[in-house]
Structure formats: C-alpha cells, structure tokens
C-alpha cells in the first residue's frame, strides 16, 4: 500500500485517471476521507498524529480543488501526460479565436455605455459560461477518447482566456453594484 | 455535574472519560464562556448568576488587576489603567493603533517585538496579555463550575481575522494556561449553535450586530462543510450608535444644549438604553432625567417614534449586507436560514428589516449574546473526544490570501482566499549569486497588488543554504496553514537536503521567546513553580503518547508491524515508562521524541488504511 503522500490526485480518490468524473462521487469521497483525516479527528491526539493528520488533510485538500474544477482537471491531466501549461501562457495564433477574443473584450469595455449596464453584463457573463462549458466538452472527448494528446492543449489555453474573462466581468459588476447602491 | 465523573473502581483511565471542554466566545464588548452539560450547551453564570463578562481589565499599582463588571465600574475614573476593547487591538502594530486613534485613550509603548504595549500601574501589558487575563477569569469560573481543570476549549474569532490576529488570539489562550483545540469562525459557531450543520445544504446568512461592530457571513453548508463565502460589515456600528440617536433626540425634547457634562451624558446614554430595551417588549416607555439645573424632565418614547429614529442606522447594515451577497455570488432569495447574533438584533426593528432585506424570517430562539459561545462549547465537546460517534466536521477556509512580497514591491499569490485549510503550497527559488548562502522572504496577506496595500505577517530568513554557483542552489520554501489557520514556514535546499534555517520574524505577533517571558512571569506572579509545571507537561504529553500507542497497537499492532518493528517501538516506549517517573524532564522529552520518532510509519500506516477504509466498496473500474 503506497502512502497517500506519493500518490496521484485520481489514485488518491481511487479514480480513473478520466476526466469526465462524476462530481457528486467525488464530492461524497472527499468528505469521507476528510471525516477519518482531518485535524479536529485528532485534536487530543499525540503531537506527531495531528502532525501526520494535516499533511494527509492538505494532501486531500489539494487535490480535491484540483479534480473539482474543470480547467485545473483539465491542466493536471495533460500535466500526468507530459504538457505543463502555465497559469501565463496565451493560446496559439489563430486568427477566428483572436478575433472572438477582441469582440469580447470590445462588448466588455462598451457595457458602460448601455441603457442597462447590468443587464448586458448578464448576457455577456451567460454567453461567456455557454462557451467555456462548451470547451470543457472539447477537453473531454480529447482527454478521454485517446486521440493525440496536442488537441487538449487549446481548449485548456481558450479555457483559461474564458476564466480571466469572468474575472473581470465580476469585477465590472461589483463596481456597477457599488454605484448604483 | 462531578457526580457523574466519579467512575467504577479500576475504570478510571476508561478511553470515554468525560472530558471536560469548553467554549470561549472573546468578545470586543463581553466575552462568554460555555460548555455541555447533560447532552446541552450552554453558557455559565459567575458566582452573582451574570453570564456576560465585561471584556475590560483594570490594572492595580499592587501588580494584581481586576477582570469584568468591576474593572468596566471605574474605567471613567482609571481609564489610562483600565483597559476596553483589547481585541481590536489583537495582532496590530502600533502604526495601526496609532490610525485607530483617539478613541482609545492609552499610552502606548513599543516593545521588543511591534506588538504595541500598554502602559499602566502595573507595568507595560500587550493586548494578548489582556486577553489572556479575560481568559483566566473565564477559564477559573469553568473550573469551579465543572468541578475540574479544563482539557481543551474553542475559542471564536471574527471569520475575518488575519493571521496575525489568529495567533494573537491563540498566544493569549497558551498564556492564561488553556489547551486551545481549535479557533472557531464566530459566524460558524453560531451556525452550529442552532444545529444548521445538521440541516440541509444551502447558504446561510450570520448578521452580527453588536455594542460597536457589525459583521455579515455568508456561509455555504455543502455536506457538512462550512465554507464562509464572504464577510463583510462596519467596525464601527452598533447598538451604542442606537443609544446615541434616542439620547439626542431626548436631549432636544427637554430642550438641553449639545455641550452637557459628563455625568448627564452617561445618564441620557443609560436612560437611551433602557428605553431601547423596553421598547423591544412594549409598545412606550417612559422617561425621567434630572437635569443640571436640578429640574426633572419627563417625557415618553413609543416604539414608533424610535423605529424612525433609528430606521437609518439599520439601513446602514444593510449595504454590507449587499456586498457580502455579491462576494458571495449569490441572491438574497438564495439564503435559506439568517442566523442572529448581538444583543441589538434583539431591537424588533432591526428583526424586521433584516427578514425584510432576505426575504425571510430570521432565526432568534437562541439568545443573541450567547449563540456563539453556545456553538464554541458544542464543538469543544467534539474535539475533546466526548462524541466519538459524531460525524460532525467542520472545514474553514482561509479568509485572506497569503502571498509573498516580490520584485518592485508587487504581491504573489501563494495560497488564494478561501481556499479549504489546512492547506500547502511549495515554492522553488534559486540563489542569484555565487557563493549565496542566505535569502530573505516576506509573506503578507490580503488581496491587493501592492505589498504596502496588504498586512505584512513575516519576514523569514533563510540560512545555511550552502554555497553554489549563482542559480544552481534549488530552495523548495513549503507554506503550510494549519486548521486554525495558522502559518508555518519551512525550506529545504534540494539538490543537497540540507535544511534551511529559518527565522521568523512575526510582524505584529509575539516570538515564542516572548511568551515564554510572560508565560514565566505570569505564573511568578501566582506563585507556581515553573520547573513542576513544565515537568507535569511533559509527563502529561508522555501519558498520552503512550496511551494512544497501546490502544493502537492493541487494536492492530501485529496488522501493520513485522516483529522487528514492533520490537523497536516496544522497547522505545519502555524506556519512556521508565523515565516517565522520574523527574528529569529533558529526558522525558528526548525519549518521547525518540517513540515518535520509530514509530512514524506505523501512525503512517494506520492513516492510509483509514483512508482506504472510507473508500472501501469504491474501485476504480466503478465508474468505467
């Protein structure tokens, strides 16, 4: 029995190494595993078991933040097979998604200026969801279906444009919010 | 209640002992203490049947001090020693005390760390002394209560506490003698007060109004998990600000100017009170001031009246309340239960408000002053071992990030907010000079870019690195943040194992030295003797390592262990028997370290097969 310390994310939650995962399942596991780990299970125990009970908690924690969300799977998954992807990295020059990408950032910079800001905010932050979820098909079928490995590489990169994306929108709102209250 | 401590002749180290727990809510205004009894919680009365201990201590020039209703009598006469609302003082440099400003009238001195002391009679006092003094007197009417010392307590903090003012708040419970189990989110203990991590998933609103301070929580119950979203609130707003309005407002009815003394002051605020807290149950209350020129005025208040006058400052709370929901991302309609805490959610207006703000009635069955404390003692009661059947579990989140200072004073993200602890992250740094053999790091906490912007908790310094050609040392630095959200730092030069040394210099935050220092003079002060006390620690430590190691071993020691390895654990903890009656108390300690030490892969092994227990029935095919 390997420690749980060595293991992989999927290992540890005795996943197959997918990355369409049932997120109920992994939800429920998580919760046992942290049930018989976590800290407060050895509050009055000795100082070397509550020791070894954090690095175990944190180990679960980590790798449940991972498996749980759907670029970081994505990310970990083409790392497990070889392709490290940084947080920085922009996707490759294709001319029809850098021309999306500006359209975006366009209706983005221009929602100020329309009758209900808020509103159109909404259905930018909607159409922005429909198209990530739409990737996250992509990487699906071409992380689980064995085709070439380098066909993951771009939803996960248009993924992470989307992300940083729907940062901003929330900021936006945050800050219409702020003024219209 | 020690009548049902007593057990059968021979039972006596029974492992479901009854452990005695309690709950501390630390409070800015009052602090509270709770514990259960009986399968119930609730909080415990001082000797005159008063729940609520005033958080103020009064310093004497005698070197002795006086805790609660009787320090809080004469803080208008002794106000240099008597010191109010340490906690807002709890793990902040003396810059921001400085900014904090002129409501706090003391005299500050800086002292061997940038934790800022207080100068009184009785010599310089940092905050986390005062706290700890706050905690002694409740720890001591626990005691007498239960009829026996305290094993563990849950004291709460403000969900937004950084983690200097966790550690604070912990250094504060060491120095009054108490063994910490946890440091609970205030907003969680109240959830948990009313059973909510029982209930069924959802988002729950925590709105916290008290003497001087608002607090909004939104907290997400997923499975047992309480994750607090977002916080928000107004450090100064309360229900005195309420008492301010209705003084002002009799102040104009019996036509009295502005400029009154002092004494009529404190006499319009109190009749203010009053008249607050009866209108929560009627519908007028009645007023009589003697005024300075000796005349009596009398005048009459009725609920309506009051409800507009303090209509304003309820909406106040409800901004916040805005933003936190935002934070969160979700909608007012999504709050399923609004939990209330402080005594002014006892005002039927501030009630009313509120269920109108969420759409929803608010819960009040739990008295407002006493849910947290409530909520603190029942998961005291868990982490002492009293339930060992309950599934109850409780996952924070860190409220702030941790990042670290880099190039041109900019911030890293190491560990973003909110995310699930106890957490680690690792870091890998090179050395960019030939022959470097030390480094410096600076971690802080908050959510701006600028390092200035956010609150510095350390600078650590990497020694011992050995030398190598610049760029080829590999630093891994290892952040940890324990369940109670605490930092710790540690850093390993890989490509040649040797660990590196490291100082930690806490920014706000006493150094172990220091607490030594207090913890030393404190129980000088109370006469104990330091070298019994610390040699009762150890042997104290001794017995529950060995305790734990034979019921472990007993359970499943020839399940995980060949002879040989049981050989060498049995033989470690044999000498640890031995030396456990005797009175050297280093001794005691090395071989306790030794025991761990050989026994690591058993406590290892064990924990993996619990692990893989939770998982039993799931394999991997499963989901295929």
Known sequence: MSSILTQDHFELFSLPQRYVLERAELDERYRNMQRSVHPDRYASASDQERRISMQQTAKINEAYEVLKDPLKRGRYLLHLRGYDIDDQQTTHQDPAFLMKQMELRETLAGIREQADPLQA???????ILNQYQALESELAQALDSGEEIELAVTPVLRMQFFKRLQEEVQELEADLEDELY | ????????????????????????DLGTTNSLVASVRSGVANTLPDSEGRHLLPSVVRYLEDGGHQVGADAKALATRDPLNTIISAKRLMGRGLQDVKTLGS????????????????????????????????????????????????????????????????QATKDAGKLAGLNVLRLLNEPTAAAVAYGLDRGRDGVIAVYDLGGGTFDISILRLNQGVFEVMATAGDSALGGDDMDRLIALWMMEQAGVSDDVNHSLQRCLLHEACAAKETLSAREDADISLVLEDGTQWQGRLTRAKMEALI????KKTLAPCRRALRDAGVKGADVQEIVMVGGSTRVPKVRAMV??????????????????????????????????????????????????????????????????????????????????????????????????????????????????????????????????????????EQTSGV???????????????????????????????????????????????????????????????NAEERNAIEGAADKLVR????????????????????????????MNANIQKAMAGHTVDEFK
């Open chain 1, 121 to 127: 905010l909404d259905r930018l932050a909607q159409d």
């Open chain 2, 1 to 24: 209640m020690a009548l049902l401590q007593i057990s059968e002749p021979g039972q006596t180290t029974a492992p479901h002992q009854h452990r005695l727990a309690a709950g501390i």
């Open chain 2, 103 to 166: 409501r706090l009238p003391y005299e500050f001195v800086s002292g061997e760390s940038a934790m800022p002391l207080i100068h009184t009679v009785a010599g310089d006092r940092s905050p986390v002394q005062v706290s700890a003094d706050i905690l002694k007197e409740l720890r001591q009417r626990a005691e007498n209560t239960l009829g026996g010392e305290l094993s563990g307590v849950v004291i709460t903090v403000p969900a937004y506490f950084d983690d200097a003012q966790r």
């Open chain 2, 311 to 314: 209509e304003p400052l309820v």
């Open chain 2, 355 to 492: 269920g109108g703000f969420f759409g929803r009635d608010p819960l009040v069955d739990i008295d407002p002053d006493k849910v947290v404390a409530i909520g603190a003692a029942v998961q005291a009661d868990v982490l002492a071992g009293n339930k060992p059947e309950d599934e109850m579990l409780l996952l924070d989140v860190i409220p702030l990030s941790l990042g670290i200072e880099t190039m041109g004073g900019l911030t890293e993200k190491i560990i973003p907010r909110n995310t699930t602890i106890p957490v680690a992250r690792a870091q890998e740094f090179t050395t960019f000079k030939d022959g470097q053999t030390a480094m410096a790091l600076h971690v802080v906490q908050g959510e701006r870019e600028l390092v200035d912007d956010c609150r510095s908790l350390a600078r650590f310094e990497l020694r011992d690195i050995p030398a190598m050609t610049a760029g080829a040392a590999r630093i891994r630095v290892s952040y940890q943040v324990d369940a109670d959200g605490l930092l710790s730092v540690t850093a390993e």
């Open chain 2, 499 to 561: 660990q590196a040394h490291i100082e930690v210099k806490p920014s706000y935050g006493l150094t172990d030295g220091e607490i030594e220092t207090m913890l030393r003079n404190s129980l000088d002060h109370a006469g104990e003797d330091m070298a019994a006390r610390q040699l009762r620690e150890q042997q104290v430590e001794a017995d529950r390592v060995l305790e734990a190691l034979q019921a472990a071993l007993r359970e499943d020691g020839d399940k995980f262990l």
């Open chain 2, 579 to 606: 030396l456990r009656g005797g009175d050297d108390k280093r001794a005691i300690k090395k071989a306790i370290e030794k025991l761990e030490a050989v026994s690591t892969v058993y406590v290892d092994r064990r």
